[in-house]
T-cell receptor
Framework: AQSVSQHNHHVILSEAASLELGCNYS??????LFWYVQYPGQHLQLLLK????DPLVKGIKGFEAEFIKSKFSFNLRKPSVQWSDTAEYFC???????????WGAGTKLIIKP | GAVVSQHPSRVICKSGTSVKIECRSL??????MFWYRQFPKQSLMLMAT?????????EQGVEKDKFLINHASLTLSTLTVASAHPEDSSFYIC???????????FGPGTRLTVT
């Protein structure tokens, strides 16, 4: 069965630190990849997505993610985090012809001011 | 753009009653709407997918007679939890897609507590 794993459930960083959140999926065919963010008290928002083309995808608020097909990974990065990046981050994958999104368990990111 | 609303945001009901949750796409027409359930410290679990004017497709293990979904128009889908019980207490989230079924826009969620 297809699955998505996010390796870190909780990450605590200081402001200005660099961030990398891991996401791996299990599916050998064509995938569409997403990162969603949920700020405290708010609904899920799309951060960035990959459908095809350049495997380095830039999203909103300075986030980027790199699709590495050989590693089945789509890690999220930001060079310098801010306190306002405190949120929960979800990786999701759409695989094959199915419209469903397969979700990772989420990573809670806390940025210390 | 691409705003999805849910109503109510929070509901408390007694065991045995039915609860209806509305999901609306405010500024676009949603060809497909999705209903999720989110358990504490867990990922979103897809319950069902619905297309306007047709019956919802339920995921394995989701009781369609208990979680009734109606997608009456391109901007409105409703989830009715029939005869709710305490184990149905959860956070229910809807999402809608328009231009591509792979990209979903989420509502703020509804916290259901069944006493």
């Amino acid at each position: 069965a297809q699955s998505v794993s996010q390796h870190n459930h909780h990450v605590i960083l200081s402001e200005a630190a660099s961030l990398e959140l891991g996401c791996n999926y299990s599916y050998g065919g064509t995938v569409n990849l997403f990162w969603y963010v949920q700020y405290p008290g708010q609904h899920l928002q799309l951060l960035l997505k990959y459908f095809s083309g350049d495997p380095l995808v830039k999203g909103i608020k300075g986030f980027e993610a790199e699709f590495i097909k050989s590693k089945f990974s789509f890690n999220l990065r930001k060079p310098s985090v801010q306190w306002s990046d405190t949120a929960e981050y979800f990786c999701a994958v759409n695989a094959g012809s199915n419209y469903q999104l397969i979700w990772g368990a989420g990573t809670k990111l806390i940025i210390k001011p | 753009g691409a705003v999805v609303s849910q109503h109510p945001s929070r509901v408390i009901c007694k065991s045995g009653t039915s609860v209806k949750i509305e999901c609306r796409s405010l500024d676009f027409q949603a060809t497909t709407m999705f209903w999720y359930r989110q358990f504490p410290k867990q990922s979103l679990m897809l319950m069902a997918t619905s297309n306007e004017g047709s019956k919802a497709t339920y995921e394995q293990g989701v009781e369609k007679d208990k979680f009734l979904i109606n997608h009456a128009s391109l901007t409105l889908s409703t989830l009715t939890v029939a005869s709710a019980h305490p184990e149905d207490s959860s956070f229910y989230i809807c999402s809608a897609s328009a231009w591509t079924p792979y990209e979903q826009y989420f509502g703020p969620g509804t916290r259901l507590t069944v006493t």
